[in-house]
T-cell receptor
Framework: AQSVTQLGSHVSVSEGALVLLRCNYSSSVPPYLFWYVQYPNQGLQLLLKYTSAATLVKGINGFEAEFKKSETSFHLTKPSAHMRDAAEYFCAVRMDSSYKLIFGSGTRLLVRP | DTGVSQDPRHKITKRGQNVTFRCDPISEHNRLYWYRQTLGQGPEFLTYFQNEAQLEKSRLLSDRFSAERPKGSFSTLEIQRTEQGDSAMYLC????????????FGSGTRLTVV
């Protein structure tokens, strides 16, 4: 069965510092992988997705993620955090043969001035 | 296209009452999903429609829950005899059938059962 693990329910960084949010997946075959962002009382917005075309994926708002099959990881990074990046971030996985997105439990990013 | 719309944004109801939520997906999306999100958790899958056919229901969806998509366009999610444990954000999403696409989510309906 597929699953997603997000290490760290809360991550705190200073403004301008590197952002690293961790995601590991469990799947017998390479899945589709997604990162979503959720602002308070909002739905989820797609940041980026991995579809097997390229292992380094660039998304919106300066975020990127690298698919590493050997580590079954899809960590999200941003070189320099902004205050507006403070939000909850969710990693999700979907198999090609399935329609269902399986979400991790989320990581809340706090950005200190 | 205005994206996925959900109505209402917030609903407060007394325990035991019935509530109904509506979702209008992106018009060209034939797949529609309902998820539930409780505080501090990721969204959990509830049910899925392809056009008007409901193809899967999660075990999370008790007999008090029913979802419809009568003409393959908008969808409704009804909860009968609400319980305090039903308090959550109910998210609707839609997608095209191609394999690599993600979902487009609505802003959700926050239900509070008092």
């Amino acid at each position: 069965a597929q699953s997603v693990t997000q290490l760290g329910s809360h991550v705190s960084v200073s403004e301008g510092a590197l952002v690293l949010l961790r995601c590991n997946y469990s799947s017998s075959v390479p899945p589709y992988l997604f990162w979503y962002v959720q602002y308070p009382n909002q739905g989820l917005q797609l940041l980026l997705k991995y579809t097997s075309a390229a292992t380094l994926v660039k998304g919106i708002n300066g975020f990127e993620a690298e698919f590493k099959k050997s580590e079954t990881s899809f960590h999200l990074t941003k070189p320099s955090a902004h205050m507006r990046d403070a939000a909850e971030y969710f990693c999700a996985v979907r198999m090609d043969s399935s329609y269902k997105l399986i979400f991790g439990s989320g990581t809340r990013l706090l950005v200190r001035p | 296209d205005t994206g996925v719309s959900q109505d209402p944004r917030h609903k407060i109801t007394k325990r035991g009452q019935n509530v109904t939520f509506r979702c209008d997906p992106i018009s060209e999306h034939n797949r529609l999903y309902w998820y539930r999100q409780t505080l501090g958790q990721g969204p959990e899958f509830l049910t899925y429609f392809q056009n008007e056919a409901q193809l899967e229901k999660s075990r999370l969806l008790s007999d008090r829950f029913s979802a419809e998509r009568p003409k393959g366009s908008f969808s409704t999610l009804e909860i009968q005899r609400t319980e305090q444990g039903d308090s959550a954000m109910y998210l609707c999403a839609s997608s095209q059938p191609q394999g690599a696409v993600g979902y487009t989510f609505g802003s959700g309906t926050r239900l509070t059962v008092v």
